[in-house]
């Protein structure tokens, strides 16, 4: 048993309660107050069910009481499936009583506007002061194969009950979360539990998630959600759910333009920015799958809890075409297919002539002529190719009862002499014999596409728990923040007390100080507006490039002033800034924001197209330490321009990655008042000349305390 | 009944046979010369089967003959499964007999190298002389449900015969071919034929492609290759399918680099430029599948013969979050969702308050209470919200027995009233209950994203359909073509005969004709090596840019001289070429290579790390008019620094197109020695400036005539 949080212990009362009671409670089994009891019922639920209608002296053959106050014992939780007034009278009773957590069905709440958001806010007040969970309201409730709890009204249980296994699905949404239940039953995926929130006034999907890690019964957690609530519980609870070991797959819909104002429209969850959500679920090692089948397919064979660190991927196939395709998708995934070693591919010529041993390895369908071909090809793939993961291809011919026994045998041997490697078969066969296979370790696809893509997220999974938790970047002294924006000269001088380093220059008040700056710094210089209240200089001209001589410096200089003048004749204006205009560096883009849902966010991108026509950028949660900024660097498109693309020199690459770091760990340490921050262009010089930001922006948050 | 061409009615002998003859015949129905007969003794086909074996009298019940001439009539087909020269010597005596179509299983020829190679080409020879037409050999056969013809050994039927429908597919791979056929059969879809060609020796997948488009029986055609043998014939039964309103949906693998190289070591299909096949799919109309799941997804979802030109996806939904779900898959895929109208929606919040009607319309489980909301919020998503294509989603409610009846009702009369628009469920339903959603029409998917890709592959059929035959480019004047790889200079009075400009320029043999030269065109100008043995004149120094007065130029001059001289001292050495140096414009490629497969292919880009680095380019068959060099152009990512983003002035696209398309012309007049042209780069100036090449490859493959 995993050591159980205080919070898990008190959310156990909602997810696997010992008692229950169903306030609204209805003999009609198809109606929202008689469902759940139809369901324990016949489930066998293990604890009393308590039904509570003012008008019956039984319900579905129970004793029913009138209210709440009536009960003879005090349920551990309840169910509640009355109109809104009732629903708040009865959790406050019941809260009185001391039952520990509620399911609320109802609806009409925050979901309906100002007035059912007083209304739920209500609910949240009674359960807080008697320490009490709830689950919604406005939710289709959860289902417990443990104990045969059934706090749903979904109608979907019509069709058939799952079986029970290690899955546990988290869903905010009722809908959703039941067509991922639904499917999954249809699928004979087993499962732990399947929670929806609903409006999440107090139980989030990070809670559930938070107690799916710590559940003995839950093994692999599947998750749905249009937005986070609680960006601080749930990624305690992402993080929770990778120490123990748990891989977490998550749906997060919202990916597009069109798919954000869907959700807008939709709910009242913030959706935040859908890329700052993706770098987020990848530092916590979470695989985001992109559909329902993805995320099931993935849930599934994560159950083998075979989690490949460093995955490979080898595949036997009777099919050269699907060795190919086989190819294209884990290329695609960026799954690893290395070649077999030069030896091994020369036995196996010598065993089968026409056989193709590279990787794929296409044994040809003579191996259905010869089916000891299978032990002698799989041992070669695992023991000689040593691969992490195996993909065997036997399509239809796996399920031809003329072969099936034989074939089973086969590779019932390999998967003993293999036992830590993770094995998926694609094959065709009838429901039995894909049991059947199941039963001897293997995990079985019908489509070798969907077979590679959860193959590969088994590798991320084993990769994040592999994973030490990174280095903490160190810490930088405390700056004194200004009360509002600084120019820019104050933002560079700021930024250079953390390390941030900008090109050299001057603040100048007058020209010739201009021209005794330039002169000092070597021509050419640039040249632009000093003034705190004016932010975006280039927009007035107050920029000036490439001033190659005292007489440009001079005359730049009365321009500028003149512009500013006729721009923003209201703005405090203190001269001119002088810099040395650098050359032959890559220009960068390095900045952050806060998110409205996780807080400060570090960006960086290559200057020009990339970040404006190609939005080619790498995202991060603040703060993070050089290596973690260095591998952001590389894994934008455009990475190869600072590797040294195009006959330039590589970069400064490590100097870039200090940078960014230290702007993260700035970001983080400042506080909300801490708006953004934009350094662009940031020249990163050749290998060992550094990188300098040419210009700075620091926005703050006047309003802010 | 579709007009037959000859080619396709001598194929009718292979695919729809009224006789066929087993050479190899086994009693044993396990074994390769028995399982064709078992099936169609099974299935019931419509001729006489005769078998050929020496040592039996009987086999599986018929009379057997001991060879090919002792039979008592002469077969239509025959099925060939006996050892490589055995087979030879049975080929010769059906052809001499006067058989129309061979279909050869046996091994052992072209795949195993040069001396199987010159046995298939003695197959083809007999066939040939006779007019006989041959599939394979290596080839798994085919199937036609249309006659009960079985001339397949597949082990895939002993889990069962497909049921006769619509599709047909038509597979190089014979393991591959029957895996999709496996699938599709397992799915419940119906088939009428399915075919493997295997070595190809005759028959191609192009053959039987063009025998489907004019098969009665088949409406959808489901194509697999990994290589195109006959490129003319393949496009020409492509074309035929699009005119003949069947859609085609192929599988190309070798998308990636890993499986282009899976591809050459399985089979010695040329598997060409994987973006040169993407073009020439997209160009006939031919969608193209990712997954087997989605091939077949896109043939199931076309057999309901709505193909929405203009496509647009509406959509209904009792679950929010899968509307966000389906917003996005449409977003990637790029279907578009437009939003409902204003007054359609304002209606549709009077009747549901809290619906959210914009479209994605979520009409909440609510409806779930009140079904006749079922036809209320269709009616105007179809009526007063006109999408071609509508998805409503249900979900497990959908399978409900409490649900499923009423909600049937309200979905047949909406089937009714909007007989043209294409109708999808995604509903979770037990199979009793899909099948009677397909009988009201409605196609029916578990998981919304895998719809919405078969959705838009629909408005691709039916675009595809509905587009006019392109205006055929205008053709150029022939030109004259230098024996071998000319010079800049002559290749750019070459292209200039056809209309391509290139930036003003004279050529100069001494350096004050250079400077004559650079006076009159105006300065700055660029300078190069003029010789027609330097090729890659940039590598050696050889271009000289921005040189700004007379002195630069006369300097210039003598440089590059010296250069020539050192680095390609033995080449002739013309002077130099003075170009006006062009500037504002935006940097382009234009080009144009022989793919080994289709030929002439033009090639547009940007300029610079566009290509180099992020592969941005647009490939095309080459003729092409001006309006498919404009779509090219619009399509690269890039394509937004071309019409005006980051404050530049739009780009003169016109020219552009003008002069990709003649770039296409000549491709396509000038015949196979013409081997490449590089147009790079090419200046696109300002809208109505034209656009201008700077520099001109043109290579001539000298060896061929």
Partial sequence: MLPQTEAGAALSALLRPRSVAVIGASEDSSRIGGRPIAAMLERGFSGPILPVNPNRATVQGLPAFASVRDLPETPEAAIIAVPPKAAEAALQDLAERGTKAAILFTAGFAETGASGADAQERLLRIARQHGMRLLGPNSLGLLNTANGFYGTFTSSLERGYPIPGPIGIASQSGAYGMHLFSMARDMGMGLSCSVTTGNEADVTVGDIVAWMAQDPGTEVIAAYSEGIRDANRFLAALDLARRNRKPVVMMKVGRSELGRAAAQSHTASLAGDDAVTDAVLAEFGVVRARTTEELLDIARLATRKIYPAGNTLGVLTVSGGAGVLISDAADAAGLPMPPMPEAAQAALHRDLPFCAPQNPVDCTAQVLNDLSLVGRFGEALLGEGGYRSALLFFTHAGGAPSITPRLREQLRALRARYPDRLMVLSVLADPPQIRQFEEDGFA?????????????????????????????????????????????????????????????????????????????????????????????????????????????????????????????????????????????????????????????????????????????????????????????????????????????????????????????????????????????????MPEGEGAFAADAVIEIAENRS
């Fill in 444 to 684: 079985v696809f019908a489509d070798p596409s969907r077979a590679v893509a959860a193959i590969h997220a088994m590798g991320r999974f084993g990769d994040a728990f592999a994973a030490a938790s990174p280095e903490p970047a160190p810490s930088l002294p405390a700056l004194e923040w200004p009360k509002s924006t600084p120019s820019e000269a104050e933002a560079k001088r700021l930024l250079g007390q953390a390390g941030i380093a900008a090109a050299p220059e001057q603040a100048c008040a007058t020209a010739e100080q201009a021209v005794a700056a330039a002169r000092a710094l070597g021509f050419p210089v640039v040249m632009k507006i000093l003034s705190p209240d004016i932010l975006h200089k280039s927009e007035i001209g107050g920029v000036l490039l490439n001033l190659g001589d005292e007489t440009a410096v001079r005359e730049g200089f009365a321009l500028l002033m003149q512009r500013a003048a006729t721009a923003a004749p209201q703005a405090r204006l203190e001269g001119a800034l002088v810099a040395k205009q650098l050359s032959g560096g890559v220009e960068c883009i390095l900045g952050m924001h806060r998110d409205p849902v996780f807080g400060p966010v570090a960006v960086f991108g290559l200057g020009g197209i990339f970040v404006e026509v190609l939005r080619d950028v790498a995202l991060r949660r603040c703060p993070f330490n050089e290596a973690e900024a260095e591998a952001m660097i590389r894994s934008i498109r455009g990475a190869p321009l600072l590797l040294g693309a195009r006959g330039r020199p590589p970069a400064d690459i490590r100097a870039l990655a200090r940078m960014l770091s230290r702007l993260s760990v700035l970001a983080h340490q400042a506080g909300p008042r801490l708006s953004a921050i934009d350094l662009n262009p940031v020249f990163a």
